[in-house]
């Protein structure tokens, strides 16, 4: 059986379901925000659709389950090659990067003949599409998993293909090899990897007098002088709660650290300890600088607002910086850690993880073509590709991209810290914080409470 969806496995550049709308219980955080209808793509004199998919609800997945509709999937071989006129369908959760990412794919269709129709997502429903799809075994030829215990899950259930012997990831840095490989198995290949920090615009900051800050303090008064310019300080997309989420990880991250870190995975350090309830105490006191009706606001909202100029800074990914500029190509934006709580303790932390692993959808009709595509991801002329255009590279001997951000987002993750969904002993602390974080910042979840339910996420109770 395909494994059921569960709750939390989105975020900045991952897909993933869009947990439940918790409804806001001040004004401040009231707001609609209607989603933008995905456009067709002009690719060589003729129009492509990108297709999308509205969302679909746990209820309908819950039915689904209830009237035995989980089918299991039979691994085999049907085909050897895509036939002409009948492309690979291959599945993004950014429709925001489409024109860099079908830019990519042309590459690899030019050099093997075989076509690919890209198929964008939004991010937020992507886990929850990709498994109804795959149980009604509509899915694509190349679905692309969230990296974590998703994958796994995915392997074990039949759905996707074990590549072993067909994929090189030889080729591959440690970070990307240790996540497709499962129980000794190779299931697929990222086209990149992301780090994870705080965006800012340098002209607003500068026309306020301000540099980047340091501390959590300095984020504070920071925030407080760009309110006092007309300047929305923060953007907190919190509608889904995954971005949230990413915000206290990173908050979390700056007082951990990686040796922190690791000590919590071991049980040396508890998300109840103070110092690790201040961080969440961060966001909550620095809620009067997001957005009006934050609650409402979608990430892909809440990027093309920054983006504009709606908000001075912003968390974002890698990636994400195709996206900015696919909105407004003059923006002038820079990165840095996030800070740490004082200049005394804690670390400017990032986080960093894996794209979507690229899988092989067992039911393919095409596996032969679908497993070349794979494949070539694990190749240097690949990643190049990516991380001159979308991310940072995976494959040993590629550097990243001549974007300057890129090269800060290196110098600035001295003290990175693995993505919290992307490890599997703390993927459900993750699942809780998407649960919970929008409640924390609207005043219905205290940052102790928080940290209670979040620890036993990961004990397990």
Same mark, same amino acid.
């Given at each position: /059986?395909?494994?059921?969806?569960?709750?939390?496995?989105?975020?900045?550049?991952?897909?993933? &379901?869009?947990?439940?709308?918790?409804?806001?219980?001040?004004?401040?955080?009231?707001?609609?925000?209607?989603?933008?209808?995905? @456009?067709?793509?002009?690719?060589?004199?003729?129009?492509?659709?990108?297709?999308?998919?509205?969302?679909?609800?746990?209820?309908?997945?819950?039915?689904?389950?209830?009237?035995? *509709?989980?089918?299991?999937?039979?691994?085999?071989r049907?085909?050897?090659?895509?036939?002409?006129?009948?492309?690979?369908?291959?599945?993004?959760?950014?429709?925001?990067?489409?024109?860099?990412?079908?830019?990519?794919?042309?590459?690899?269709?030019?050099?093997s003949?075989?076509?690919?129709?890209?198929?964008?997502?939004?991010?937020?429903?992507?886990?929850?599409?990709?498994?109804? *799809?795959?149980?009604?075994?509509?899915?694509?030829?190349?679905p692309?998993?969230?990296?974590?215990?998703?994958?796994?899950?995915?392997?074990?259930?039949?759905?996707?293909?074990?590549?072993?012997? &067909?994929?090189?990831?030889?080729?591959?840095?440690? %970070?990307?090899?240790?996540?497709?490989?499962?129980?000794?198995?190779?299931?697929?290949?990222?086209f990149?990897?992301?780090?994870?920090?705080?965006?800012?615009?340098v002209?607003?900051?500068?026309?306020?007098?301000?540099?980047?800050?340091?501390?959590?303090?300095?984020?504070?008064?920071?925030?407080?002088?760009?309110?006092?310019? #007309?300047?929305?300080?923060? /953007?907190?997309?919190?509608?889904?709660?995954? %971005?949230?989420?990413?915000?206290?990880?990173?908050?979390?991250? *700056?007082?951990?650290?990686p040796?922190?870190?690791a000590?919590?995975?071991?049980?040396?350090?508890?998300?109840?300890d103070?110092?690790?309830?201040?961080?969440?105490?961060?966001?909550?006191?620095?809620?009067?600088?997001?957005?009006?009706?934050?609650?409402?606001?979608?990430?892909?909202?809440?990027?093309a607002?920054?983006?504009?100029?709606?908000?001075? /800074?912003?968390?974002?990914?890698?990636?994400?910086?195709?996206?900015?500029?696919?909105?407004?190509?003059?923006?002038?934006?820079?990165?840095?850690?996030?800070?740490?709580?004082?200049?005394?303790?804690?670390?400017?932390?990032?986080?960093?993880?894996?794209?979507?692993?690229?899988?092989?959808?067992?039911?393919?009709?095409?596996?032969?073509?679908?497993?070349?595509?794979?494949?070539?991801? @694990?190749?240097?002329?690949?990643?190049?590709?990516?991380?001159?255009?979308? @991310?940072?590279?995976?494959?040993?001997?590629?550097?990243?991209?001549?974007?300057?951000?890129?090269?800060?987002?290196? =110098? =600035?993750?001295?003290?990175?810290?693995? @993505?919290?969904?992307?490890?599997?002993?703390?993927?459900?602390?993750?699942?809780?914080?998407?649960? *919970?974080?929008?409640?924390?910042?609207?005043?219905?979840?205290?940052?102790?409470?928080?940290?209670?339910?979040?620890?036993a996420?990961?004990? #397990?109770?």
């Amino acid at each position: /059986m395909v494994p059921a969806v569960t709750e939390g496995q989105a975020g900045l550049t991952g897909g993933g &379901r869009e947990t439940g709308f918790v409804p806001p219980n001040n004004a401040r955080a009231q707001g609609t925000h209607p989603q933008v209808p995905p @456009t067709p793509v002009t690719r060589g004199g003729q129009k492509e659709r990108i297709m999308s998919t509205p969302p679909i609800s746990r209820r309908t997945i819950l039915r689904l389950a209830g009237a035995g *509709s989980l089918l299991a999937v039979g691994v085999g071989r049907a085909g050897a090659q895509a036939r002409p006129g009948e492309p690979l369908r291959i599945w993004s959760n950014h429709p925001e990067w489409r024109e860099a990412l079908r830019k990519n794919l042309d590459a690899f269709e030019q050099q093997s003949g075989i076509k690919l129709t890209l198929e964008p997502k939004p991010g937020p429903e992507y886990v929850q599409v990709l498994s109804t *799809s795959m149980q009604a075994g509509e899915g694509p030829d190349l679905p692309g998993i969230p990296p974590g215990p998703l994958v796994g899950q995915f392997l074990k259930s039949g759905a996707i293909l074990d590549l072993t012997g &067909r994929v090189h990831a030889d080729r591959m840095i440690d %970070i990307a090899r240790q996540r497709v490989v499962r129980d000794g198995k190779v299931v697929g290949a990222p086209f990149g990897k992301y780090t994870v920090g705080v965006y800012y615009h340098v002209d607003l900051l500068a026309k306020a007098g301000l540099k980047p800050p340091r501390t959590w303090d300095e984020l504070k008064r920071a925030a407080q002088t760009l309110k006092q310019a #007309g300047v929305v300080p923060l /953007m907190m997309p919190a509608r889904d709660g995954v %971005i949230p989420a990413f915000y206290y990880m990173l908050a979390a991250s *700056s007082v951990l650290g990686p040796v922190g870190f690791a000590g919590f995975l071991a049980g040396q350090r508890k998300l109840t300890d103070p110092d690790l309830v201040d961080a969440a105490q961060l966001l909550v006191d620095l809620a009067p600088y997001y957005p009006e009706g934050f609650a409402g606001i979608s990430y892909a909202e809440g990027k093309a607002t920054f983006a504009r100029g709606g908000t001075a /800074m912003i968390l974002g990914g890698t990636a994400d910086y195709a996206g900015y500029i696919a909105v407004n190509p003059g923006i002038k934006l820079d990165f840095i850690a996030f800070p740490p709580p004082s200049a005394t303790a804690g670390v400017r932390a990032t986080v960093s993880g894996l794209e979507l692993i690229y899988t092989v959808n067992a039911k393919s009709k095409y596996v032969d073509a679908a497993v070349q595509f794979v494949d070539w991801l @694990t190749t240097p002329e690949s990643n190049r590709l990516f991380a001159n255009s979308i @991310t940072l590279p995976t494959v040993k001997g590629v550097v990243p991209g001549q974007n300057p951000i890129w090269a800060r987002q290196v =110098e =600035e993750a001295k003290n990175d810290v693995p @993505t919290w969904r992307d490890v599997d002993a703390a993927a459900p602390v993750w699942t809780a914080l998407t649960k *919970s974080m929008q409640g924390v910042l609207l005043g219905q979840v205290k940052p102790a409470e928080l940290g209670r339910q979040a620890q036993a996420a990961l004990a #397990g109770t």
